[in-house]
């Protein structure tokens, strides 16, 4: 891999100081003749990718920035969140940022509770926050706020709140395009279930409510609201997932349809898959490994993508920009497109 020159070393090779390049790049202030033309030829040289955020501030001022999610193993969804925050990290690594992470487990609301008041002991400049349980994040928020520190949030957001900005996927829609796509997949007579992960403590989780909401209203339009059935599966005790998805599938065989509005969907498709049941379409969020196994053995339909690294991206970058600027932007919602990926198109699908 090319060498990724920082500021300081077009200064050491082209013999000026940081400030001097710094002014060179952003054309600004006063520069000599000679140390214009020493600094553009070794630009030039090495291919030099000028980064906006770069500053002579940056140069001269830590930043510190807390990090808190759930919990982010490589290849789930909140994996791909902080693979995002570390490419963002990367590209403007000429800015002095140290990052601490406070993460929880999403299903147990007393993790979370923890995560919350350990990043409350830090002083930051700003902070991340994938908030899943309302009233916590929004206690938390209430902090932050009081502190006068600004947070963004990625995933979803808490009405109440007064974040920089959200990056997220319009959630209401995200449900509406679950039940189109369940019920186009199976017979018109026919049933649909939602599966919803069960959790340790408070219920309230903002996304899923909105989602939920969302396939509520579309099922009701097309006249097939009466046709929902609800049923739960747990993350905390998985040894008893299949068992709880077969007995409800058999004392409920009309249905023919699954919705599963989070991550999870492999667990269902697993269970699907060890019974060999084919006759039940199972549609579902994020291109998570395990997703992607059950997708290409067709015991799940179809997913919805929500580009996770973007968002993850994209909020370090405004936290950047905000720090270094102070810019200020009415736009708090940054909506993300809605992929749906096949096992048809998942061999040509990345995430941008």
């Not at 309230?204 to 599966?233: C, H, L, P, S």
């Amino acid at each position: 891999m090319a060498k990724q020159f920082k500021i300081k070393d077009i200064a050491a090779l082209a013999g000026v100081s940081a400030g001097t390049v710094d002014r060179v790049i952003h054309n600004r202030g006063k520069v000599s003749e000679k140390n214009r033309l020493a600094v553009e030829r070794i630009l030039e040289e090495v291919g030099y990718k000028s980064n906006i955020h770069t500053s002579a501030i940056s140069l001269k001022k830590d930043f510190h920035i807390i990090i808190t999610t759930p919990t982010a193993n490589p290849g789930e969804y909140w994996g791909s969140i902080h693979k995002g925050f570390e490419h963002a990290l990367e590209e403007y690594s000429d800015i002095k940022i140290v990052c601490s992470y406070h993460t929880y487990n999403q299903f147990d609301v007393y993790s979370c509770r923890r995560a919350f008041e350990e990043a409350l002991k830090e002083p930051a400049d700003a902070v991340v926050i994938g908030p899943i349980f309302i009233e916590e994040s929004l206690e938390f928020c209430r902090h932050l706020e009081e502190r006068g520190t600004p947070y963004i949030f990625v995933n979803s957001s808490i009405e109440g709140t007064n974040p920089l900005a959200t990056y997220m996927i319009d959630q209401h829609s995200c449900g509406q395009i679950v039940g189109k796509l369940l019920t186009m997949a199976i017979p018109e007579d026919c049933s649909v279930a939602v599966f919803t992960p069960s959790r340790r403590g408070n219920q309230g989780v903002q996304n899923q409510i909105e989602r939920m909401k969302g396939f509520e209203d579309y099922m009701t339009f097309i006249g097939k609201r009466d046709k929902i059935k609800i049923a739960e599966f747990s993350m905390l005790d998985p040894e008893h997932n299949e068992e709880i998805v077969t007995r409800f599938l058999e004392k409920n065989q009309d249905v023919k349809g699954i919705a599963v509005m989070n991550s999870r969907a492999h667990i269902i498709g697993e269970v699907l898959k060890a019974h060999d049941i084919k006759d039940v379409s199972l549609v579902a969020l994020d291109m998570t490994s395990a997703n992607q196994e059950m997708l290409k053995d067709g015991y799940i339909s179809c997913l919805l993508c929500q580009r996770p690294e973007l968002q993850g991206f994209n909020a370090i970058e405004h936290i950047i920009e905000h720090l270094l600027y102070k810019k200020k932007n009415h736009k708090t919602e940054r909506l993300m497109p809605i992929d749906i990926v096949m096992k048809e198109n998942l061999p040509y699908y990345k995430e941008i």
